[in-house]
């Protein structure tokens, strides 16, 4: 599962920088802290030269902790941005676990179309100059991509060729692709907050590139798990029913699924179809989602999982309330770049 993990508005903000400042900025670390991503440090422009540059680099990361690298590289490209997964060989085993697996979230996050490639380092040497250019040599020799750089090349080119044709396609879809909803599905998607049943699960047939019910249930929230299709992708939708402050409430949770064992084709159309299907199903059936979910096996969405969305905000602030002291480590770093 990608954890709940989200990026944090400091890291929205500090990424939103890095791309206005090409010649005060070359770089971002970043971390999860209580379950955010968030901003630590900034990587200072002293140069046009990269490898000048990315020299600093090294001083900032630690020996024995994960973090997260954006580098600007390819300064003059909208989508010359490298993200570094960098997981030191004695990093703790939650952390090797964690940041692996929330490494695509960060992308997708910031937007998938914005970066060039990713890399997985676990030294330092490999940020060095003479790293990136065994990595550049590498690259020429055209090594064959893993599954999972497949999927990111795929779901970026389709990301961003979406993108590209919003503005055309906008008295149609309003955002993202075009696809198709059978009325089955928009029917189940009407009932939903009405009672019945509370979960309606959608699958995309991949040969029409069309999104198709593929049931509905009525179940208590541990049985989630259990009811999600344990191989395929799903889009499901599922209402929560709980009290707060004594009243029935009743928010709609959109969950998608995508286990590992999925076809690269699946796993590109369906993170290239998630956003824009919660839109449409807004937009043509009323249906307001209140939170998302993500994993890559249904087993990790459990009632806990879901519970923990709806936490009182009074502790959600108390809970996301350390991760605004890193943007003072920024606002440190700028000005030691000379940044006003």
């Known amino acids: 599962m990608q954890s709940g993990i989200t990026a944090s508005h400091e890291l929205h903000d500090a990424f939103n920088k890095l791309v206005s400042s090409p010649t005060t900025q070359r770089g971002l670390i970043a971390s999860i802290k209580n379950e955010q991503l968030v901003p630590l440090e900034v990587l200072p422009a002293s140069s046009n030269d990269f490898f000048e540059d990315i020299s600093s680099l090294g001083p ?53 179309e914005r970066f060039r490639e990713t890399l997985f380092t676990t030294t330092k040497q490999e940020l060095t100059a003479e790293g990136w250019h065994k990595h550049d040599l590498h690259g020429q020799l055209g090594a064959p991509l893993t599954d999972e750089e497949q999927t990111l090349q795929g779901v970026r080119e389709a990301e961003l060729e979406a993108s590209r044709g919003t503005t055309s396609r906008s008295s149609h879809v309003g955002s993202g692709p075009d696809f198709s909803i059978s009325e089955d599905a928009l029917n189940a998607l009407k009932k939903l907050p009405n009672g019945g049943a509370n979960l309606v699960q959608l699958e995309v047939d991949t040969t029409k590139e069309a999104v198709e019910l593929a049931g509905t249930s009525t179940i208590e929230p541990d049985d989630l798990a259990s009811t999600l299709h344990p191989h395929d992708p799903r889009f499901s939708f599922y209402r929560y029913s709980y009290e707060h402050e004594g009243e029935l409430q009743s928010p709609i949770v959109f969950i998608y699924t995508c286990p590992a064992e999925s076809k690269v084709r699946e796993r590109m159309i369906y993170a290239t179809f998630r956003n824009a299907l919660v839109h449409r199903v807004s937009r043509e059936v009323g249906l307001e989602v209140s939170k998302k979910l993500e994993a890559t096996s249904p087993f990790e969405i459990t009632a806990s999982t879901v519970r923990e969305e709806f936490k009182p905000k009074a502790e959600q602030k108390q809970a996301f309330s350390k991760p605004k002291r890193p943007g003072k480590r920024i606002a440190t770093a700028l000005q030691r770049a000379g940044t006003p």
């Open 60 to 112: 900032l990361l630690k020996d024995n902790e994960a973090a997260y690298i954006i580098l600007n590289r390819y300064q003059n490209s909208p989508s010359g941005y490298v993200a570094v997964t960098y997981v030191p060989d004695t990093a703790n085993v939650r952390q090797k676990m964690l940041f692996a697996a929330t490494r695509l979230t960060l992308v997708r996050e910031l937007g998938t």
